[in-house]
């Protein structure tokens, strides 16, 4: 038993790390400080470089779509700064979103090689098996 008690007190301690990292500050943004704002159910670490706004998602979600996730990381951008989200980029965990302040230009946004973004329309599952369809854009 004291066995046990050992090695999920060490995967407990490996998850609080794990997660303590999930909302370190992307490549650029390591400077700039951290303001945390919730919209709908969803929380975002935000942070700012100029007229680009780093979205680090917080939540747990089970299968987040993308448009849906962008949608409010835009809002809580534009909330926050007091300008216009014009783009959004990335993944549903983290995003970049370019704005528009005071009628200035948004940043050009990034070159991306080509994505696809998928969404689980269907997901049915038996035992450990999981079987669904999926539409991509």
């Given at each position: 038993m004291k066995l046990h008690s050992q090695i999920m007190r060490s995967w407990l301690l490996f998850l609080l790390f794990?997660?303590?990292?999930?909302?370190?500050?992307?490549?650029?943004?390591?400077?700039?400080?951290?303001i945390e704002r919730s919209i709908e159910g969803t929380k975002f670490a935000l942070?700012?470089?100029?007229?680009?706004?780093?979205?680090?998602?917080?939540s747990p979600e089970f299968l987040p779509?993308?448009?849906?996730?962008?949608?409010?990381?835009?809002?809580?951008?534009?909330?926050?700064?007091?300008?216009?989200?014009?783009?959004?980029?990335?993944?549903?965990?983290?995003?970049?979103i370019g704005m528009s302040c005071n009628g200035a230009r948004?940043?050009?946004?990034?070159?991306?090689?080509?994505?696809?973004?998928?969404?689980?329309?269907?997901?049915y599952g038996r035992g450990n098996s999981y079987a669904g369809h999926m539409i991509c854009r």
């Open positions: 794990v997660l303590g990292a999930c909302d370190a500050a992307g490549p650029g943004f390591k400077s700039s400080s951290k942070r700012r470089q100029g007229d680009v706004v780093e979205a680090i998602r917080l779509k993308f448009t849906e996730v962008a949608r409010k990381a835009a809002i809580v951008a534009q909330l926050e700064t007091g300008c216009a989200a014009k783009w959004v980029d990335g993944d549903p965990a983290l995003l970049r948004p940043p050009k946004k990034p070159s991306r090689r080509k994505s696809l973004y998928c969404d689980i329309e269907e997901l």
